[in-house]
């Protein structure tokens, strides 16, 4: 037996070591990929150019587009149709990274009165308050949540 050659129980090593390098970095290069997000409706542009205002009316209005992702809060004259693109990568909040409104507003007679169509650009942040409305009483402690009951029995029959 010669000295020289490697046995196989050794040239075997290396090659699973580096089998299980690369595993672990593709497992990690694929925890950084991002992972894109779709929902909403949103109509082809082709089909939107279909609708035409004055002609059309609601029922040939959502046959042609579908029905809207939302409807006017107080009157059913304004449709909306929403769609947005996030991404996330690994376990940071997703971020926005499309987004696209058609406004369609019908007239008095029922009709399509006007069309639009917003972008990502034309949206506003809004902060919500992050005050809390106090309410009367005393507040608990946990043991006394758990134990505040124990000893206290409906007397009366029922």
């Not at 959502?62 to 009157?75: C, D, K, N, Q, R």
């Amino acid at each position: 037996m010669s000295t020289t050659q490697p046995s196989r129980r050794q040239s075997g090593r290396p090659s699973a070591r580096l089998f299980l390098l690369s595993a672990v970095v593709a497992a990690g290069l694929a925890g950084c990929a991002p992972q894109v997000d779709t929902r909403g409706n949103l109509p082809d542009p082709e089909t939107v150019l279909e609708v035409q205002p004055g002609v059309h009316d609601r029922d040939q209005v959502a046959t042609i587009l579908g029905s809207p992702s939302a409807v006017a809060t107080f009157e059913d004259d304004t449709w909306y149709y929403i769609s947005r693109r996030t991404e996330k990568i690994a376990f940071f909040d997703p971020e926005v990274v499309d987004q696209q409104v058609l406004v369609v507003k019908f007239g008095q007679d029922g009709l399509v009165a006007d069309m639009a169509v917003y972008g990502l650009e034309d949206g506003q942040i809004i902060e919500p308050v992050e005050r809390t409305t106090p309410t009367s009483g005393r507040e608990l402690t946990i043991l006394q949540q758990l134990f505040g009951n124990i000893g206290r029995f409906n007397t009366e029959e029922q």
